[in-house]
């Protein structure tokens, strides 16, 4: 399967670009959603979880105390890093499976906030990078999630700079609300289309 990785820095609309790759009949992996999915249901993960961060990581339903865990994990790098050791290895395995179940599909996405800082990148054949500049994002995300520009901030300063990123990148589509996504969109489908027919 032509596998390709898409990913950007907190609020860059990286999910909003994958809507429109879903609206051409790409499907799309949200490792997001899959995280949060194996970190209730996968029971050795949650173990680990609790172990790592307290019993308080889950509410009393068993659901994830997102808040607990973000507050730890975005103000220590170390916790973060713990996180992730814990969390991705399953994610992976997820994303593993569910390529097997993508049929009649030229090309799959794999959209990932971290693509780049956990190694997924390397298994996708070409990544792309939702560039878009601080000041949109953390408006974007303050408006969405009701959050603070000093938390927006936070996360951010746990990802690999946009700087670094656009030199990892095969790829890259411009959201700050000056240049049109959908025909930046189009024109990387049918470059994928080609690379999948001559492969
Ligand atoms: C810490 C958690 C519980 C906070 O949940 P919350 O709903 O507040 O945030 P959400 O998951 O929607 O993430 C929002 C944004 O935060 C940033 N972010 C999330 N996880 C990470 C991470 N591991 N490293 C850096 N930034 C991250 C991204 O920009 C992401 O898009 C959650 O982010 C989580 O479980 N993270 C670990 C899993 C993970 O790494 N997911 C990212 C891709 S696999
Ligand atoms: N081109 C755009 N025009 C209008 N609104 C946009 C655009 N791009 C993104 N947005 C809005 O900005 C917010 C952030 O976008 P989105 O959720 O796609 O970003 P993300 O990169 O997936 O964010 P996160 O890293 O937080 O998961 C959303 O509310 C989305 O609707």
Redesign the pocket.
């Known amino acids: 399967m032509f596998k390709i990785g898409i990913t950007g ?2 609020g860059s609309g990286k999910t909003t670009v994958c809507k429109v790759f879903e609206v051409l009949g790409i499907p799309v992996f949200y ?2 959603l899959h ?2 999915l194996v ?1 209730v249901e996968d029971k050795e993960l949650v173990a680990g979880i609790k172990q790592a961060f307290g019993n308080e990581a889950y509410a009393a339903d068993q659901s ?1 105390n ?2 607990h ?2 507050d730890i ?2 103000n220590n790098q170390q916790q ?1 890093e713990k ?2 050791a814990l ?2 290895p399953a ?1 992976f395995r997820a994303f593993d499976k569910w390529v097997i179940q993508q049929k009649n599909t030229p090309y799959v996405l794999k959209e ?3 693509l780049f ?2 190694g997924s990148y390397k298994m996708c054949d070409r990544n792309i990078l939702v560039s878009a500049p601080l000041e949109n994002r953390v408006q974007r995300v303050m408006q969405r999630d009701g959050v603070t520009a000093q938390e927006v901030i936070n ?1 951010d300063s ?2 690999l700079s946009e700087e670094k990123k656009l030199t990892m990148a095969d790829d890259v589509i411009i959201n700050d609300d000056t240049q049109l996504v959908i025909p930046q969109v189009l024109r990387l489908h049918k470059l994928y289309l080609s690379i999948a027919a001559d492969k």
């Open positions: 820095n907190i490792s997001d995280a949060k970190m994830l997102r808040k865990i973000a994990v975005f973060l996180l992730n969390v991705h994610v990932t906030a971290i800082e956990s996360r746990r990802q």
